[in-house]
């Protein structure tokens, strides 16, 4: 009798807080699903600049770094997006409120990534893409050595084949 009237007590509540509980979850994974941020770099353009943009981030400020180029405070606009022009050539990450987003495209860190991790590797991908894509590429700054050697020897291979 006892067993009886625990499983006729129990089990109404039991199904009840699971079903509350399932739905707490699911209502609050929906409303803190944060937007998905892309970046990404131009070009390089001559003079070594190139333009770095982005969508799908928060407005409010946003800071802009890199290891080889000078970065700097932003504001994202009230649509999620963001252009910055004439910066200088390297590899960029966007931080805003502890999440950082890599900016892709045509820049060090790319062909590093190409290249399998080796600096001199990747600077002979990237030398060779720049010049391939524009005869008057220029390097672009690097505090690597090797990858600067790199880049001075694919480009001048590109100049044979395409220039």
């Not at 009230?78 to 045509?106: E, H, I």
């Amino acid at each position: 009798m006892k067993r009886r009237f625990r499983l006729t007590v129990l089990t109404p509540l039991a199904t009840g807080a699971l079903a509350v509980g399932s739905l707490v979850i699911s209502s609050g994974g929906a409303g803190a699903a944060a937007p998905t941020a892309t970046c990404s770099t131009s070009a390089t353009r001559p003079g070594g600049t190139v333009s770095v943009s982005g969508s799908g981030f928060a407005p409010g400020p946003a800071v802009l770094s890199s290891p080889t180029a000078q970065g700097g405070r932003f504001e994202v606009g009230p649509d999620g997006a963001f252009t910055l022009p004439k910066r200088q050539s390297g590899a960029y990450t966007v931080s805003q409120s502890g999440r950082d987003t890599k900016c892709g495209g045509p820049d060090e860190a790319d062909a590093h990534a190409r290249a399998g991790g080796d600096p001199y590797k990747a600077g002979v991908v990237a030398g060779w893409d720049a010049v391939k894509g524009s005869c008057d590429a220029t390097a672009p700054p690097s505090a690597n050595r090797q990858f600067s050697n790199g880049w001075t020897k694919g480009a001048a291979v590109a100049r044979e084949a395409y220039c």
